[in-house]
């Protein structure tokens, strides 16, 4: 429900969900059953300054569920020594989020810096378990409580007539507590991450971005996972109004590893995976219908994780 007070808005929601999942491994007879019903409200509140610029705050309670991958249990493997298997048991995180920001738009140039506190319950988080003989097994459990506070950056705008940019950045500390799976001490951290795209409409049918993102060090219950990040380029040819070429360049610099450091009384390790995520890829586009439409941003889908 929206309601509009002069310069001032007013915007209401509630979201009624129920929610069944049943698991039933029948290879190794394992079942599990989830049901219930829950409520998700959000509050958002907006004050136009003036023509280019606008305070809001909202509150907002959201959901994040765990994949049918990791609701899994079979025990899969994945070399010799290392195992992975689901958890059925996994509840959805839920998390409270309180945001405040400021935008300024003049013109093609848009700045937003939102300051936001997020607290939330029953967050997935990776656990390791020693096996024994060398070998560990990878699961998913359950948090008890997280917590994290930023501010976020964002600059859309242009350089030159062809020339335009996004950018987006991450300052935020996170404390995650993990007394259930073991861990009697909170752990917490600062952090750092951003993506950003430089576009350039070389012609009226040519067009390059050239994009790039880094996601900072991130705690886990037994250690953390160090800074990672990837550079990639497009090209996008307009071949005719319905028919487009595409070229992607992926992981440029061949930069893209994931780096897991466990470090507890029982367990210390420092596991790097580096996949070869580094290659270019050739496709065509066709567009169906949408004749008279606002034409799409020619962006691209870069093939590579991203988290």
Same mark, same amino acid.
């Given at each position: 429900y929206e309601q509009p007070f002069g310069d001032f808005t007013l915007l209401g929601g509630l979201r009624l969900e129920q929610v069944e999942i049943d698991v039933d491994q029948v290879t190794q007879d394992i079942q599990a059953t989830q049901d219930y019903v829950r409520l998700y409200p959000s509050l958002h509140a907006s004050w136009r300054l003036s023509d280019a610029r606008r305070l809001s705050a909202s509150y907002s309670r959201r959901v *994040?569920?765990?994949?049918?991958?990791?609701?899994?249990p079979f025990r899969q493997f994945v070399d010799p020594f290392n195992y992975w298997q689901g958890n059925p048991f996994l509840k959805p995180q839920v998390t409270d989020s309180f945001e405040a920001a400021f935008q300024h738009r003049d013109g093609g140039t848009l700045y937003l810096a939102t300051v936001y506190w997020r607290q939330s319950r029953d967050g997935v988080t990776e656990v390791v378990r020693d096996l024994g003989g060398g070998v560990l097994l990878r699961t998913r459990e359950n948090l008890g409580e997280s917590r994290a506070g930023g501010l976020e950056l964002v600059a859309n705008g242009k350089l030159t007539s062809r020339l335009s940019y996004n950018l987006s950045g991450n300052v935020f500390w996170n404390e995650i507590e993990a007394s259930r799976l073991g861990f009697p001490e909170p752990r917490d951290g600062f952090s750092v991450g951003g993506r950003g795209n430089l576009n350039w409409q070389v012609t009226?049918?040519?067009?390059? *971005?050239l994009n790039g993102f880094m996601n900072g060090e991130r705690l886990t219950p037994q250690g953390y996972r160090k800074t990672s990040g990837m550079l990639n380029v497009g090209y996008r040819r307009k071949l005719d109004e319905r028919l487009s070429l595409m070229v992607t360049g992926q992981d440029l610099l061949s930069t893209f590893k994931d780096v897991q450091v466990l470090d507890t009384?029982?367990?210390?390790s420092r596991v790097v995976r580096k996949g070869n995520v580094r290659g270019v890829f050739v496709g065509f586009n066709w567009t169906f219908g949408g004749q008279g439409q606002k034409p799409r941003e020619p962006a691209f889908e870069f093939g590579g994780p991203s988290d």
């Open positions: *994040q569920r765990p994949s049918a991958f990791e609701l899994n009226s049918k040519d067009f390059v *971005q009384p029982a367990l210390r």
